[in-house]
């Protein structure tokens, strides 16, 4: 059950994109297309943005858009909001009801 | 509306333990997973335990294994969380998640769809 890979931190100027990266294993990212990514802001429950690797939930902007290759997944952030800033987690299916994630990626609007 | 509600946090001494619950509506209980997901202050998220529908699979962290039993009540459309022999690494929100949906083609998603508001767990002497 290892932890996946992110960046601490990420930033960007409103209107800029920025792309965060996950990183996982053959066991769980490299062997599962279910990558979900969740934005969290202080206080609040986590929120799913992305799931399966590219599909958005209904309600979910379409500036944000996953993808992967290998055992490394990614969120891109176009167009940066300042309502964007928040942490930002990936996580991955393991099998048998297991799921792992990320240490998280603060996003910074610059 | 699908609904999460966890209960059950609190302080509680090292060595001792906590039940938690989590209260789900909205869905069809028995058909989905439930997860519990614990974010300890200013860290980040780990993925504690699950329990299938049926409550026949359940599977936990290396983390809490031996410590914690994940089960379930489809009657009362409840899921528990008791927790034994804890310690202060345990002091953490505590988030029960459902673990994913079908389409309307029928395929399975994994994920964590909806999250209850969470409920703090603090242990402390």
């Known amino acids: 059950q290892s932890a996946l890979t992110q960046p601490r931190s990420v930033s960007g100027s409103p209107g800029q994109s920025v792309t965060i990266s996950c990183t996982g294993s053959s066991s769980d990212v490299g062997d599962y297309d279910y990558v979900s990514w969740y934005q969290q802001h202080p206080g609040k429950a986590p929120k799913v943005l992305i799931y399966?690797?590219?599909k958005r939930p209904s309600g979910v902007p379409d500036r944000f858009s996953g993808s992967k290759s290998g055992t490394t997944a990614s969120l891109t952030i176009s167009g940066l909001l300042p309502e964007d800033e928040a942490d930002y987690y990936c996580s991955s299916y393991a099998g048998s009801y297991t799921f792992v994630f990320g240490p998280g990626t603060q996003v910074t609007v610059l | 509306e699908v609904q999460l509600v966890e209960s059950g946090g609190g302080l509680e001494q090292p060595g001792g333990s906590l039940r938690l619950s989590c209260a789900g509506s909205?869905?069809?209980?028995?058909?989905?997973?439930i997860n519990w997901v614990r974010q300890a202050p200013g860290k980040g998220l780990e993925w504690v335990s699950a329990?299938?529908?049926?409550?026949?699979?359940?599977d936990h962290a290396d983390s809490v294994k031996g410590r914690f039993t994940i089960s379930r009540d489809n009657s009362k459309n409840t899921v528990y969380l008791q927790m034994n022999s804890l310690s202060a690494e345990d002091t953490a929100v505590y988030y029960c998640?459902?673990?994913?949906?079908?389409?309307?083609?029928?395929?399975?998603?994994?994920?964590?769809?909806?999250w209850g508001q969470g409920a703090l767990v603090t242990v402390s002497s």
């Open positions: 329990i299938s529908g049926d409550g026949r699979t359940t």
């Open positions: 399966d690797v590219t």
């Open positions: 998640a459902k673990g994913g949906f079908y389409d309307v083609r029928g395929y399975f998603s994994w994920l964590f769809d909806h």
């Open positions: 909205g869905f069809t209980f028995n058909n989905f997973g």
